[in-house]
């Protein structure tokens, strides 16, 4: 199939407030410019900032910042998810919602063919009057939309659903491994609570799913076809699919820092750790988190954010521990270039938290996957990864969510050591599946067909 498509489209894209979003809507976007397609991409300032490197068609994407409005439930200067706590979130979403009239003028005066979204459920009403069709583009696994962002999921609002009603998948739901257990639901909880004015996150996210001309899914057939069905069953509408999308490697280099220190080690040797762009770790976790690093006896590059109530990382290092590792451990507390520290040829283990952009640049990587996930949806995803791809292993964790060094150091050992039977299997597992997202078409022809989905989109009255 070529490349080039005979009508270009101008595509305007909306993300969430949110780096695990803007991403791979920047992915998708310079997969688009590849072909000839204009993007104009709206985005908060200070997400700019840190993404536009990741911008590899200048002359067709233009980014158009926003000024995120500041409201009294924010703390002053927020505007993406990163700034804040997870409970602050649905805060968030009002001031993204106030924005709504500078996207309205820009859209006036440029008149795209499409806007991609996806939080933002009342595009389709600016939209629609303008001639402009809409696409819900969703850059969470499509368990995770298929679990409880569907019609068959009831839900009143103000009557949140209880941990016992989260805990059974709806009617239909088409798989049994990927699933919670136990008091898991508990974190599917905010889903009927409110998430900007008068709307629950379910009702935000299934308006936006039911207005839209076509919903579209990050992710493909051979891996969550039966889910992806599902949901378009659900909404009575086709999912366009628009693939893995990731950036072909190597479009920046490593840090020199890094690539000196991960060079001193054997080829494999060293565990990479990082938990996306807005986890934060409570103290506790993250001294325990270091321990079980340290128990492994293994190289690691830490990369995570100083834990809560602190300003750095080397303020919350258990007593000695910094001694103990030395010239064998290090823990950074900012932003590192993940992609480019997993295809390092010294970096043989990655844990994560699973977030879906994590997950996919996991499973195309030659890492061994230690999983511990954190919101829902990553433990969604960590259970499609363990338990159905069998590609990787999840760290267990008691009863009460805390996750202890033994259980972190066994996972590390168990994928890390050259003769464990799990270490085996989860490598044979991977390198199939590897093969299969590398393959010469795979994400090519999945771009292409989904450029023909819009297309024939656009040919709908
Ligand atoms: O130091 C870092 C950390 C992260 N990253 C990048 O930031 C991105 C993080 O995205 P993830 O989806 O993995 O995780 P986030 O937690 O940031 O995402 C959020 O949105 C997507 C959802 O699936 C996640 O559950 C949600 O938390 C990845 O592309 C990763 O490569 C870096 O480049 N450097
Ligand atoms: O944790 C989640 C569990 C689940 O079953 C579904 C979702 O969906 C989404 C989502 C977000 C936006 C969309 O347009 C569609 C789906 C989730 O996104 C995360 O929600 C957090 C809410 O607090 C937010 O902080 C974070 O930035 C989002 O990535 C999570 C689940």
Redesign the pocket.
């Known amino acids: 199939m070529s490349e080039e498509t005979n009508s270009k489209f101008h595509i305007a894209m909306f993300p ?3 780096v ?2 803007i991403t791979p809507f920047l992915h998708l976007s310079n997969e688009l410019a590849k072909r000839g397609h204009k993007i104009s991409f709206f985005l908060p300032r200070k997400a700019l900032i840190l993404l536009e490197n990741l911008n590899l068609h200048p002359n067709l994407i233009t980014f158009h910042p926003l000024t995120v409005p500041s409201i009294t439930t924010l703390p002053p200067g927020t505007e993406t ?1 990163s700034d804040i706590p ?2 602050d ?2 805060s ?1 979403a009002v001031a993204m919602d106030l924005t709504r009239r500078q996207l309205e003028v820009s859209l006036q005066a440029m008149r795209p063919d499409f806007i991609f ?3 933002a459920h009342w595009i389709p009403q600016v939209a629609r009057p303008l001639g402009i069709r809409t696409v ?1 583009y ?4 499509a ?7 569907v019609p068959a999921r009831e839900v009143t609002p103000g009557k949140p659903l209880t941990e016992e009603e989260l805990g059974k998948p709806p009617v239909g739901y088409p798989s049994n491994t990927v699933v919670l257990r136990g008091n898991e639901a508990r ?2 909880i ?2 009927s609570l409110p ?1 900007g004015d008068n709307i629950t ?1 379910h009702g ?2 299934t308006t ?1 799913m039911r207005e839209c001309d076509a919903i579209a899914m990050r992710t493909c057939r051979e891996i969550e076809g039966d889910l992806c069905a599902y949901i378009s069953n659900q909404y009575g509408k086709p999912v366009f699919l628009t693939g893995p999308v990731l950036p072909e490697p190597a479009m920046e280099t490593l840090d020199e820092k890094w690539a000196e220190w991960l060079s001193r080690f054997e080829p494999g040797s060293v565990v990479f750790c990082a938990f996306g762009s ?1 986890h934060v770790l409570e103290k506790g976790q993250f001294q325990e988190l270091l321990r079980g690093f340290e128990s492994t006896g293994l190289p690691f590059l830490i990369a995570l954010r100083p834990p809560i109530g602190t300003n750095s990382v080397e303020e919350a290092f258990p007593e000695g521990f910094e001694e103990r590792v030395r010239g064998r451990g290090v823990v950074h507390g900012g932003w590192v270039q993940q992609p480019l520290i997993l295809s390092h040829p010294s970096v043989g283990c990655f844990v994560n938290h699973c ?2 952009g994590s997950m996919w640049e996991s499973l195309l990587g030659d890492c061994q996957i230690v999983m511990v996930p954190h ?6 995803n960590t259970r499609l990864l363990a338990n159905e791809l069998k590609v990787g292993v999840e760290v267990e964790r008691e009863e009460s969510g805390w996750f202890s060094k033994e259980s972190l150091c066994r996972a590390i050992e168990s994928v890390m050591y050259e003769k464990s039977e799990v270490g085996l299997l989860v490598k044979k597992n991977h390198a199939k599946w590897r093969e299969v997202l590398v393959s010469p078409n795979f994400m090519t022809d999945y771009i292409n067909r989904f450029i023909q989905n819009l297309q024939e989109l656009q040919m709908k009255n």
């Open positions: 969430w407030f949110a695990g979003h998810a997870i409970s979130t649905p968030l979204y996806d939080t819900c969703n850059v969470v696994s368990a995770a939309i298929a679990i409880v962002l974190s599917l905010f889903i998430f996150f935000r996210t936006a807005q977030g879906f919101l829902a949806d990553q433990i969604l």
